[in-house]
């Protein structure tokens, strides 16, 4: 999915966890922090040599898409409603990225690939979809 698919499905599943605006935000941001491992994605570009390091090291979808994600947000946050935002803000990343391709969830196993190859097409076409149904949810979830 694009960074602002990921956003919006984070600002959700943060706000699921944890219903306030600060439970959205965590989300939003956290659902970005797995995409570090690509130099080009938007986190990538802020964190320059990590970005890269982890890109070069481990490949795209790897390390940063498995279950060590999420302890990350433990370690962040410790155990409190912003660290339940922030690990639903990764999950909705990681099971976003299976609906278009797959990740090693079971990092370092090889046989951890898990998710729904699909061509840059039909990337595109599931990544809007995904995005305006999550606005759409979101304005009508605003008005109640
Ligand atoms: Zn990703």
């Known amino acids: 999915m694009t960074w602002k698919t990921h956003m919006v499905l984070g600002a959700i599943a943060g706000y699921c966890a944890y219903p306030s605006w600060k439970g959205s935000v965590i989300g939003a941001t956290m659902a970005l922090v797995p995409d570090i491992d690509q130099a080009n ?52 990343h990681l099971v976003s990225d299976m609906l278009v391709g797959r990740i090693q969830l079971l990092w370092p196993l090889r046989v951890g690939w898990l998710g729904i190859p699909v061509s840059k097409s039909m990337y595109r076409t599931v990544d809007r979809i995904v995005f305006y149904v999550a606005i759409v949810y979101i304005v009508i979830k605003g008005y109640q």
């Open 41 to 92: 994605s938007k986190l990538g570009n802020l964190m320059g040599p990590l970005s890269k390091m982890l890109q070069k090291g481990f490949g795209h979808r790897t390390v940063t898409h498995s279950w060590v994600i999420l302890f990350l947000p433990f370690l962040l946050f410790g155990d409190s409603l912003a660290a339940m935002a922030a690990l639903w803000g990764i999950l909705s």
